[in-house]
């Protein structure tokens, strides 16, 4: 797979198999992640992985919109050091690493949200000073999968000022 045909392919995936994703793949997806740039190449980012189904279904609490959590093989959360702007700037772009090396080996992704994630620290431990701020699910499609919204993007010239707006 390209990147254009993984990036045109990609698609917020909420349904899973119960197939386990094996720790070695989830250890090629960091790997391939982890070369990300970051501004000043900072690399802002630590991860922990959750694949425990009890740990799965604490965290899906910290988050209003994250009832798919207990169903995914494996979640990524991200973690840094603040929330200044650039930390969130850089943790998208690894955000996006991680669900495109994974969509290249069949498995999909769904970034999630804590809107308590104090809560979300405190199930996975994270140490104070430390700042949660997103993950991301997941696992292999199931086989009723569909993107939530079928059809194509808005075009070019819709969405694209040059020089001035």
Same mark, same amino acid.
């Given at each position: 797979m390209n990147v254009k045909q993984a990036i045109r392919t990609k698609r917020a995936v909420r349904q899973y198999t119960d197939d386990a994703v094996p720790d070695e793949i989830i250890r090629?997806?960091?790997d391939t992640a982890r070369w990300s740039q970051s501004s000043?190449?900072?690399q802002p980012w630590e991860f922990v992985i959750v694949t425990d189904p009890d740990?799965?279904?604490? #965290?899906?609490?910290?988050?209003?919109?994250?009832?798919h959590v207990p169903d995914?093989?494996? @979640?990524?959360? #991200?973690v840094s050091d603040d929330d200044h702007f650039w930390r969130g700037?850089?943790?998208?772009? @690894?955000a996006m690493c991680l669900q495109l090396a994974a969509w290249e080996k069949g498995i999909g992704s769904c970034p999630i949200a804590f809107q308590r994630p104090e809560q979300a620290k405190a199930v996975l431990q994270v140490p104070s000073g430390k700042a949660v701020h997103a993950g991301i699910t997941f696992g292999y499609p199931s086989t009723g999968f569909k993107p939530a919204k079928m059809g194509g993007r808005?075009?070019?010239d819709a969405q694209t000022h040059w020089n001035t707006w």
């Open positions: 090629e997806i960091l000043k190449n900072t740990k799965l279904r604490e #965290l899906a609490e910290a988050g209003n919109f994250t009832t995914a093989a494996f @979640v990524i959360v #991200l700037f850089d943790l998208g772009q @690894v808005e075009s070019v």
